[in-house]
């Protein structure tokens, strides 16, 4: 996936979140200095990321 250029737009994506979750990443990207929506959009890529990882290399020299 491409994200650099015209070729990269964005959309409104809503979801339904608890109210304490809300706040949380609020005050946590003004922690980080981002705005609300660029710090969602690195918590969501890292979680990706995190799903596509090969499992821990540890475990399966075991």
């Given at each position: 996936?491409?994200?650099?250029?015209?070729?990269?737009?964005?959309?409104?994506?809503?979801?339904?979140?608890?109210?304490?979750?809300i706040?949380?990443?609020?005050?946590?990207?003004?922690?980080?200095?981002?705005?609300?929506?660029e710090?969602?959009?690195?918590?969501?890529?890292?979680?990706?990321?995190?799903?596509?990882?090969?499992?821990?290399?540890?475990?399966?020299a075991?």
């Amino acid at each position: 996936m491409t994200t650099s250029g015209s070729a990269y737009s964005k959309r409104q994506f809503n979801v339904q979140l608890p109210i304490e979750l809300i706040t949380q990443i609020k005050h946590a990207s003004i922690d980080e200095s981002m705005t609300l929506s660029e710090f969602v959009e690195r918590l969501l890529r890292s979680a990706l990321e995190e799903r596509t990882e090969p499992a821990d290399e540890g475990a399966a020299a075991a």
